[in-house]
């Protein structure tokens, strides 16, 4: 287990959490996996499961929480300081890689909550835009300020020197919410299966030989989209065998 010095974003019922490059440095861990983040608590280290949002190029290692306020590790997370000290285990662990799926045209990333974070990561990959035509990030939120991370993500990549242009015909962001008015609303699920979201991107519907899929968030809105890719003929991949749409199951929102 490794130490690092901390810092904590405040964004809403949202933060990120960065630690500095000292302690990444001896972090070898690939982007859009899990790792292992606590604190010590009582003489005991409280341990929990949290995404990385950062790519392996950025100097801080960044990983991005719901803050939960009885809960036992987030609402102590969200209250450090600058300088404060964060444990870090050493091994992570993960299935969104795009190993884990048969090549394809259209990437689809389809995340709700904090279930962000590893697709966070993902679009800061040069590799993704080189293996795929266009990269669709859904978030689906039940309020527009949750979007706030997110929106502030891809406006940043957007304007960045290098990630600009690469991005620029190929990211499509997709933000929507289920509790207030906004220009995309409804569930991820029911935009999906109504061909919504496709008509609002102007893209083509969803299609078995094209489209790959990584899916984040939710235990509810994962277990809807795997039963509803499955019967359109979908297969789920993982370390071993290549499919057409990959789940993350080490997220759980905290």
């Not at 969104?96 to 990333?109: D, E, M, Q, S, Y």
């Not at 859904?138 to 290098?162: I, T």
């Amino acid at each position: 287990m490794s130490e690092g010095n901390g810092s904590v974003g405040q964004a809403l019922d949202r933060f990120p959490v960065q630690l500095h490059r000292d302690a990444r440095s001896r972090l070898p861990l690939p982007e859009r996996q899990f790792a292992m983040i606590g604190l010590e608590v009582g003489g005991k280290p409280l341990m929990r499961a949290y995404s990385m949002a950062s790519a392996n190029h950025e100097e801080a290692l960044e990983f991005f929480s719901i803050k939960v306020q009885d809960g036992p590790l987030t609402s102590r997370l969200q209250k450090i300081r600058e300088g404060d000290i964060i444990l870090v285990g050493r091994k992570a662990t993960g299935t969104l890689i795009t190993g884990n799926l048969i090549p394809g045209k259209r990437l689809l990333l389809l995340s709700t909550g904090t279930g962000l974070a590893p697709f966070a990561s993902l679009i800061k990959d040069p590799d993704v835009y080189e293996n795929y035509e266009t990269i669709v990030l859904a978030h689906g939120c039940r309020q527009v300020s949750e979007l706030a991370y997110g929106e502030h993500l891809v406006e940043d990549l957007r304007n960045h020197e290098f990630f600009g242009p690469l991005i620029r015909d190929k990211l499509v962001y997709y933000p929507t919410v289920t509790r207030e008015p906004f220009r995309n609303r409804g569930r991820i699920t029911d935009l999906i299966a109504s061909n919504q979201l496709f008509e609002d991107i102007r893209q083509a519907s969803l299609d078995i030989e094209t489209d790959r899929i990584m899916l984040c968030g939710s235990p509810a809105m994962l277990e809807e989209l795997h039963a509803m890719f499955a019967a359109r003929g979908f297969v789920e991949g993982n370390h071993s065998q290549p499919g057409h749409f990959v789940i993350e199951k080490a997220f759980v929102e905290r």
